[in-house]
């Protein structure tokens, strides 16, 4: 056994705290080591082919890398061992920056022995570490997008273009998402509809994707490559194959205009058959089982008005939800966001005083196809004096920490729509700061000032309270002048979706501090999850504008795609195996597993390879040890630990 130590300064990141020319001579002396070195940077170009050049001309079988964390360069130096023509799992990584040199970064000795020891243990492992095969499957040459918003929209447009089938799942009656809501785009102020719908459209038209609205995924089995999952599609009450979109049905309504109207934030209504907004694809009509006469009673009248109404006889109260299964390789989440509800923030007065209102609200107030068709207007009268008030649920330490990042420019652009649509109305911004990051923002944010909005800065824990006085609005700032408001707009957060809890369990991908959809690593793979073969896209990933959720919705797609290129993909050896002598067939690692991976066979635990991720968690439940995990074993970890406690004892 020939093993290979190479220690990495990482710039000043590891060198500056480790003395690295010291672990590397002491790693010289440890157990089956025949070569030790340290080099500035082990990732680099001239790093790996020092290892390679070591694992050729001196015969290495065993590789031990100390520089930074696994989850960041593991695959890089497995690579790199495994084109020197050893095996890569024969490959082991001690993390002596994350683990050391950022943990003890005043105490240089004290950091250097840890070094010392860490790469001691990663030795004692490598010694035990045997090669393993990969091994690889088919991938079904399909893929399915849950969501339909712009993220979703353009994630199913470009895996569609690259030739394969794409499912796109939406919950709501229609594609749009909540672009469909806003009715101008910063910095441009292009209209949000001009630029959203031709691409709904072109989801409807585009002959590789099946578009399935108002449904949900309601279960996810299998493995990338290999997914099956369970649809259920709604009841509509209407059949979508005969509905022409009349919309003579919501006309005869009992109902008519005297349902909320969700699309528009309640601000108007609707009938209790409807559909969401005019351009919505596709333009079929729901009948809302919640408001329904009919379908809450069972008579509305001698007989349901709508019924008559339908020339296509397309209205079907008999309709019963569907359940179907979908065979993919890939999965995109795009399952969008929430807005925050101030009302949990009393002090702004919202829900209790009509003149305050959330900036989405403000958006249908604003649009042409909102319930004042485009008119600002609050109880019935035109503004003269418009308050906007920023971070209401963002940038809070009991609530939403981070920062939203879209909702300083949307402000901007609501005030340059005020100012815009009634010109001389005095508008006034509190704003702890102003974060005008994209491009055209800044120019953006200078031009709304240039129009005579007024900005005032407050700190984020200084005190701010909305009071009602008759038909105003009082708005109380600490450090500023009470302000007399006609209304008062809140620019809320954006927020993971409420029923985030169902669809992690479903999808079965965790969350992050901040409550989104945890990604790999942020930077270097951003739309990747835990779980092979699904990918992250837009604001469920992260609060985004518009553009960047673009992006971000592009990347997935690209990388959706690729295993359905390949036609086949490795599965990764590190899983686990059962020692069959040692199973007593208890079933404590099926209940453990959560990736349902392991069932009993004959009593045995027996674990499926395909599905099994090597998270460990049925070793660490075993109480016999007959079930272990393939470069992770009992074995490994008891002499790891022994040779970190061999000068102790």
Same mark, same amino acid.
């Given at each position: 056994?020939?093993?290979?130590?190479?220690?990495?300064?990482?710039?000043?990141?590891?060198?500056?705290?480790?003395?690295?020319?010291?672990?590397?001579?002491?790693?010289?002396?440890?157990?089956?080591?025949?070569?030790?070195?340290?080099?500035?940077?082990?990732?680099?170009?001239?790093?790996?082919?020092?290892?390679?050049?070591?694992?050729?001309?001196?015969?290495?079988?065993?590789?031990?890398?100390?520089?930074?964390?696994?989850?960041?360069?593991?695959?890089?130096?497995?690579?790199?061992?495994?084109?020197?023509?050893?095996?890569?799992?024969?490959?082991?990584?001690?993390?002596?920056?994350?683990?050391?040199?950022?943990?003890?970064?005043?105490?240089?000795?004290?950091?250097?022995?840890?070094?010392?020891?860490?790469?001691?243990?990663?030795?004692?492992?490598?010694?035990?570490?045997?090669?393993?095969?990969?091994?690889?499957?088919?991938?079904?040459?399909?893929?399915?997008?849950?969501?339909?918003?712009?993220?979703?929209?353009?994630?199913?447009?470009?895996?569609?273009?690259?030739?394969?089938?794409?499912?796109?799942?939406?919950?709501?009656?229609?594609?749009?998402?909540?672009?469909?809501?806003?009715?101008?785009?910063?910095?441009?102020?292009?209209?949000?509809?001009?630029?959203?719908?031709?691409?709904?459209?072109?989801?409807?038209?585009?002959?590789?994707?099946?578009?399935?609205?108002?449904?949900?995924?309601?279960?996810?089995?299998?493995?990338?490559?290999?997914?099956?999952?369970?649809?259920?599609?709604?009841?509509r009450y209407v059949d979508i194959e005969k509905c022409v979109g009349c919309g003579l049905c919501a006309e005869?309504?009992?109902?008519?205009?005297?349902?909320?109207?969700?699309?528009?934030?309640?601000?108007?209504?609707?009938?209790?058959?409807?559909?969401?907004?005019?351009?919505?694809?596709?333009?079929?009509?729901?009948?809302?089982?919640?408001?329904?006469?009919?379908?809450?009673?069972?008579?509305?009248?001698?007989?349901?008005?709508?019924?008559?109404?339908?020339?296509?006889?397309?209205?079907?109260?008999?309709?019963?939800?569907?359940?179907?299964?979908?065979?993919?390789?890939?999965?995109?989440?795009?399952?969008?966001?929430?807005?925050?509800?101030?009302?949990?923030?009393?002090?702004?007065?919202?829900?209790?005083?009509?003149?305050?209102?959330?900036?989405?609200?403000?958006?249908?107030?604003?649009?042409?196809?909102?319930?004042?068709?485009?008119?600002?207007?609050?109880?019935?009268?035109?503004? =003269?004096?418009? #308050?906007?008030?920023?971070? %209401?649920?963002?940038?809070? +330490?009991?609530?939403? /920490?981070?920062?939203? !990042? &879209?909702?300083?420019?949307?402000?901007?652009?609501?005030?340059?729509?005020?100012?815009?649509?009634?010109?001389?109305? =005095?508008?006034? #911004?509190?704003?702890?700061? %102003?974060?005008?990051?994209? +491009?055209?923002?800044? /120019?953006?944010?200078? !031009? &709304?000032?240039?129009?005579?909005?007024?900005?005032?800065?407050?700190?984020?824990?200084?005190?701010?309270?909305?009071? =009602?006085?008759?038909?105003?609005?009082?708005?109380?700032?600490?450090?500023?002048?009470?302000?007399?408001?006609?209304?008062?707009?809140?620019?809320?957060?954006?927020?993971?979706?409420?029923?985030?809890?169902?669809?992690?369990?479903?999808?079965?991908?965790?969350?992050?501090?901040?409550?989104?959809?945890?990604?790999?690593?942020?930077?270097?793979?951003?739309?990747?999850?835990?779980?092979?073969?699904?990918?992250?896209?837009?604001?469920?990933?992260?609060?985004?504008?518009?553009?960047?959720?673009?992006?971000?919705?592009?990347?997935?797609?690209?990388?959706?795609?690729?295993?359905?290129?390949?036609?086949?993909?490795?599965?990764?050896?590190?899983?686990?195996?059962?020692?069959?002598?040692?199973?007593?067939?208890?079933?404590?690692?099926?209940?453990?597993?959560?990736?349902?991976?392991?069932?009993?066979?004959?009593?045995?635990?027996?674990?499926?390879?395909?599905?099994?991720?090597?998270?460990?968690?049925?070793?660490?439940?075993?109480?016999?040890?007959?079930?272990?995990?393939?470069?992770?074993?009992?074995?490994?970890?008891?002499?790891?630990?022994?040779?970190?406690?061999?000068?102790?004892?």
């Open positions: 056994m020939k093993i290979g130590v190479y220690v990495c300064e990482c710039g000043t990141n590891i060198s500056g705290t480790v003395d690295v020319a010291d672990v590397a001579e002491y790693a010289k002396s440890l157990p089956n080591v025949a070569v030790s070195k340290y080099y500035k940077y082990m990732c680099s170009d001239p790093g790996q082919l020092l290892i390679k050049d070591d694992i050729k001309e001196l015969g290495l079988t065993h590789v031990v890398v100390a520089s930074c964390s696994p989850r960041m360069h593991e695959p890089t130096f497995r690579t790199v061992v495994e084109e020197a023509g050893m095996n890569a799992y024969c490959f082991e990584m001690a993390n002596i920056r994350e683990h050391c040199s950022w943990a003890h970064m005043h105490e240089k000795f004290k950091a250097t022995e840890k070094a010392k020891d860490l790469v001691k243990m990663s030795v004692a492992k490598a010694a035990l570490l045997e090669p393993l095969e990969k091994k690889q499957v088919p991938v079904t040459p399909a893929a399915l997008v849950i969501g339909g918003g712009i993220a979703g929209i353009q994630t199913a447009l470009e895996i569609a273009e690259s030739g394969f089938k794409t499912y796109l799942v939406e919950s709501t009656p229609s594609i749009g998402g909540r672009m469909a809501q806003l009715d101008k785009t910063f910095p441009t102020m292009d209209c949000s509809a001009c630029i959203l719908t031709p691409k709904m459209v072109d989801v409807a038209r585009h002959p590789n994707i099946e578009l399935l609205t108002y449904s949900e995924v309601t279960g996810i089995d299998g493995y990338i490559g290999n997914f099956t999952v369970t649809v259920k599609k709604k009841a005869a309504c009992r109902l008519k205009d005297r349902v909320d109207d969700e699309f528009n934030e309640n601000l108007g209504k609707r009938s209790a058959i409807y559909v969401p907004f005019p351009q919505a694809v596709p333009l079929k009509y729901t009948i809302d089982p919640e408001k329904c006469i009919f379908l809450k009673t069972g008579k509305c009248g001698d007989s349901p008005p709508c019924v008559g109404a339908c020339a296509a006889d397309a209205i079907n109260h008999q309709q019963e939800d569907e359940i179907i299964e979908l065979d993919v390789g890939t999965i995109v989440v795009a399952t969008g966001f929430d807005l925050y509800d101030p009302s949990q923030k009393p002090e702004y007065g919202y829900g209790k005083i009509k003149n305050v209102i959330t900036g989405m609200e403000f958006e249908r107030l604003v649009s042409a196809s909102g319930p004042t068709e485009g008119h600002i207007e609050i109880n019935g009268k035109e503004p =003269e004096k418009v #308050v906007f008030i920023q971070c %209401v649920g963002s940038r809070d +330490k009991e609530g939403n /920490e981070y920062c939203s !990042r &879209v909702c300083c420019m949307y402000t901007a652009k609501h005030a340059h729509l005020v100012r815009d649509k009634i010109p001389g109305a =005095e508008v006034i #911004v509190y704003n702890t700061d %102003v974060r005008a990051y994209g +491009k055209g923002f800044e /120019e953006f944010y200078v !031009r &709304v000032m240039d129009e005579g909005v007024k900005y005032l800065r407050r700190e984020l824990d200084d005190q701010i309270e909305v009071v =009602e006085n008759g038909d105003k609005a009082i708005v109380k700032a600490e450090g500023h002048p009470d302000i007399e408001a006609d209304l008062v707009v809140l620019a809320t957060a954006i927020e993971q979706k409420k029923d985030i809890a169902d669809i992690s369990k479903v999808l079965k991908i965790s969350r992050g501090a901040d409550n989104f959809f945890l990604e790999i690593h942020p930077k270097l793979r951003p739309m990747d999850t835990a779980t092979s073969g699904i990918f992250l896209g837009g604001c469920c990933q992260g609060p985004k504008d518009i553009p960047d959720t673009v992006a971000q919705a592009s990347g997935a797609a690209a990388k959706a795609t690729i295993p359905l290129a390949q036609g086949k993909i490795d599965l990764d050896p590190q899983t686990s195996f059962v020692i069959e002598n040692n199973c007593a067939g208890c079933g404590l690692c099926v209940e453990a597993c959560p990736y349902s991976a392991i069932e009993l066979m004959d009593g045995k635990a027996e674990v499926n390879e395909a599905l099994c991720r090597g998270c460990g968690l049925c070793s660490a439940t075993c109480r016999s040890g007959a079930i272990q995990l393939k470069g992770l074993t009992d074995h490994q970890l008891i002499s790891m630990i022994k040779s970190s406690l061999s000068e102790v004892f």
